[in-house]
């Protein structure tokens, strides 16, 4: 062994000592090329060698990588890895064969050893720095194809290890690739995956112009699938549209309208809401934010029926929340009753007045007076709206006045200031539904928006184990959900003080009651959570879009390719 181990030193040195005339010492080369079926140490100095001096014996590129190859399925782990830090080598100055090697790393991604599976992700970074787009093809190439272990763990390589590609490298045409690419593979993805990849889009150079954020909201319709019935008790088919228009909403604009989304939200969606609620506490409110968050971005030329379509359900949802004052049968009654409060959900009516105001501005005749009893039954729930709307402002502006320093940052108080901030809201769109004739210029800022200031930053869209933060408020405590769905954050709506009846609560969970002066504030409502479930729960029997990609089997060994 000694002498052969002596030879290959020998072969190397000859090799490394001839420069320029290197090419004249093939016998050399080809005696390294066959010392990969050796020992375990000529093993080992094979795989550096022959990617050191792998650029100058063209006619041998072929017969090389296989040698490499063997090396990275041999059976002796330290051996696979040594050979597999090389594979990116044989590529620094022959970048064509960089497609090739990201299929085969990507393959070796299925490693159970944690050691050798750091070497494989730090390769295959190595190897998207030498020409970005061939890597893209060859890692995407396993994305599609693949074994199931090895298309998961190319998609976290992906999740964790993008950001490490220099940004000079991200060209547009090499953006473009990888969005189209991606928009392909988006086709069958569970929903991590798809979380995934639109936190990746998002964060490429062409998300920011419009031709991107077009392809985008293409990719996120695609996966709402709009054109699909919406059927309640589908909750697969709930929790994808969620998740898509939280995914879509950064991207609407002027230039990229929510038209289709609301449509399919008011006229599919709201009057299926309350049965929703029942299966699942807090997830009114979700739909009803995310549709005041479209709202604006309804494109002015939308047809006008539809248009009244989608007033109408807005409308009927919002009367819903809006009781009419109580009838007085006796003088006594009223003088009683007058003073009282109207419990109200004030969060749902902050986004249903939102949106009805959006609306009008493409429709201003609905409240016209050609609609006489619309209007006056209306302008009744609003009055009694208003009551307690105003009783709540001062009586939390009375609170808050008395709160200083620390004492602003408890959950309770913060809770205090989001309902100011939402009953301020309600009472500016009140006041302006008031005017004659009904005005729908007032603008607010929605109480579950972040100031103005960190609102302009870019868009941040969630991970896989993030909730939106969409909330009116957010509480510490867990829901406990069913095994597909992780615990997530409990957001609580806001209502007026108990009072007059109102609107019975529709739901079959108690809500938590938390009483600051003057006013409550429910609150146990469940937020929508990212479920973390298996890849089959979601890629096949009516969860994401897609068949589920099993009944493959698992082995360490890997394709090569055909020339």
Known sequence: MADKLSQLYDNYNQLDAAKDNITQFESSYLSILSAVKGSPQEKQLCSQFISKFFVHFPNHYDTAI??????????????????????????????????????????????????????????????????????????????????????????????????????DILTKEVEEYFLEETRKVMADVTKDEFITFMTLLSGLKISKSLSGQQTLMEIVREQAELNTPFDASDMDLVDRLLMSIRHGVPFFSQFVPSTDFVKYVCIQVLPQLTLLESKQAGIELDFLQLLTEMSPFLSPNTDTIEVEKCLTRVFTKLLDYMPTPPILETETQSTTNGNDEPTLQFSH????????QQLCKLNPQFLSDSQPERV????????????????????????????????????????????????????????????????????????????????????KLLSPTSTAPTAAIVATTAATESDTTPKASKRQPITAPEGSEAKKERTANPRQIYAPPGGKFSGGVKRFGNNNGTRGSYRGGGGFRGGFRGGRGYNRGFNRWSN
């Not at 009516?349 to 009805?356: G, K, Q, S, V």
């Not at 009140?430 to 960190?454: E, N, Q, T, V, Y």
């Open 66 to 167: 296989d040698a490499l190859l063997d090396l990275c399925e041999d059976d002796d782990i330290n051996i696979r890895r040594h050979a597999i830090k090389e594979l990116p080598n044989i590529c620094r100055e022959r970048k064509e064969y960089v497609s090739k090697m990201a299929d085969v790393l990507a393959q070796l991604l299925q490693t159970e050893d944690n050691a050798e599976l750091t070497i494989v992700n730090q390769s295959l970074t190595t190897l998207a720095k030498y020409d970005a787009k061939s890597f893209f093809g060859g890692l995407f190439s396993q994305i599609f194809g693949g074994e199931e272990v090895v298309r998961e763990r190319a998609i976290k390589f992906l999740k964790d290890r993008f950001k490490l590609i220099p940004s």
């Open 349 to 356: 009516i902050e986004c249903l007045l939102y949106t009805f």
């Open 376 to 459: 006056k039954d209306f302008r009744l729930r609003l009055q009694y709206v208003a009551r307690g709307v105003q009783g709540s402002i001062t009586k939390l502006r009375k609170h808050l006045s008395t709160i200083k320093g620390e004492a602003l940052k408890s959950e309770e108080n913060k809770l205090r200031v989001m309902a100011l901030k939402t009953t301020n809201n309600i009472n500016t769109m009140i006041r302006d539904l008031f005017k004659s004739p009904p005005s729908f210029k007032s603008s607010i800022a929605l109480s579950w928006k972040p100031p103005a200031s960190k609102a302009a930053a870019p868009p």
